[in-house]
């Protein structure tokens, strides 16, 4: 009986310039994952940590929305780039590079080439983490990050609708083929709460815990549809950089010790 050949050994490259690298990713678009990485990253700032954060969503970049920034990196040789800072954080993304309305038409190797030069050309300095806001889907930017780049864990984030979860669980099974280490799944949009006090479960109930269960993965925690949240991302200054106290900003919080203490 021939025997399966062993899985390929990839040669997974640190990023330069942090001491840990973190996925924040979903498989699913439109779950609130660039909001909830974005806080996420100044809630862990809040924390004593110095954060980079890195948008690799090449086709929809968010970041510079996110931040309020529209400023290009500079380049003292030609080849590496400075990230820009805002609120004491170093960034880089796509959208820094171009500008707002120029569609990405790119093939896959440009999508890769693109990648490599964000995580291997630019010049972070003395970061404790950063935070990677990943693009929807299981593909070749996924895989790039998952076979060639070294991280340290994946956060998954969805939605507790049975359609979000459809995804999010072909990403689960992507990093755990890949050897990516998730560290949890996080609950978003799981509940709005009214102005009569009563907590909507909008996007129905119970689906990101049961999913953490049936792989199982930690469950990281729940965060509400907020107004206030909405406001403070359209307004370019995320909620837990300008509100720290806020309630929502608390959750946050919580999230993060429990990822600082996976990291410590």
């Not at 889907?137 to 359609?163: C, H, M, W, Y």
């Amino acid at each position: 009986m021939s025997q399966k050949p062993p899985p390929k050994q990839f040669v997974k490259t640190p990023i330069k310039g942090a001491k840990f690298t973190l996925l924040v990713s979903s498989a699913k678009g439109g779950v609130g994952k660039s909001t909830v990485a974005v806080n996420l990253a100044f809630a862990l700032q809040n924390l004593g940590l110095k954060i980079g954060i890195l948008d690799a969503d090449v086709y929809g970049p968010s970041l510079p929305k996110l931040i309020n920034l529209n400023e290009k990196p500079k380049s003292e040789d030609g080849k590496a780039l400075i990230p820009v800072e805002k609120y004491n954080a170093q960034c880089m993304s796509m959208g820094f590079l171009v500008d707002e309305q120029t569609p990405m038409i790119w093939r896959g190797p440009m999508v890769i080439s693109a990648i490599k030069t964000m995580t291997q050309k630019v010049l972070w300095k003395d970061r404790d983490i950063i935070i990677i806001d990943m693009p929807p889907g299981t593909g070749d930017t996924q895989l790039t990050f998952a076979q060639e780049v070294k991280v340290d864990g994946a956060i998954i984030v969805s939605t507790p609708q049975d359609l979000a979860l459809l995804d999010v669980k072909r990403g689960i099974q992507m990093f755990d083929k890949t050897g990516v280490k998730i560290l949890g799944l996080i609950d978003n949009m799981s509940f709005f709460k009214g102005d009569d006090g009563k907590e909507y479960k909008i996007f129905g109930e119970g689906g990101v815990e049961k999913t953490a269960k049936e792989f199982n993965k930690e469950f990281l925690g729940h965060l509400p549809l907020h107004q206030d949240l909405r406001n403070s991302t359209d307004e370019g200054n995320p909620l837990t950089h300008s509100k720290p106290d806020h309630e929502v900003s608390k959750l946050f919080e919580s999230i993060a010790k429990k990822i600082k203490n996976y990291l410590d």
